[in-house]
């Protein structure tokens, strides 16, 4: 059975610093792309971050562009989000996906359950 489980998440105070881990399991680093994506209260899932497990190869959109860093630990099945200079609007639900197909911001095939970020002004 795959699975994608998310840890680390919590409350800090807006300046404050998380990471996040995913863990896969039933599966094993290849090709893949494994991305970050959040979910705040009133707004759409937004993707923010992106890595591609074999070149490394990241991506980020400009709201966390110079705060957020994804990488990736291909012998422990692994990606983090280490996430720093927190503000209140990074408050959301985080969750991690994989595509199998190398789709950064495409359709994906597995989800983690997510992980709770709430940030304090």
């Known amino acids: 059975e795959v699975q994608l489980v998310e840890s680390g998440g919590g409350l800090v105070q807006a300046g404050g610093s998380l990471r996040l881990s995913c863990v896969a399991s039933?599966?094993?680093?290849?090709?893949?792309?494994i991305a970050w994506f959040r979910q705040a209260p009133g707004k759409e899932r937004e993707g923010v971050s992106c890595i591609t497990t074999r070149s490394g190869s990241t991506y980020y959109p400009d709201s966390v562009k110079g705060r957020f860093t994804i990488s990736r630990d291909n012998v422990k099945n692994t990606v983090y989000l280490q996430m720093n200079s927190l503000k209140p609007e990074d408050t959301a639900v985080y969750y991690c996906?994989?595509?199998?197909?190398?789709?950064?911001?495409?359709?994906?095939?597995?989800w983690g359950q997510g992980t709770q970020v709430t940030v304090s002004s």
């Open positions: 996906a994989v595509s199998l197909e190398r789709l950064c911001w495409g359709p994906k095939d597995y």
């Open positions: 039933g599966f094993t680093f290849d090709d893949y792309a």
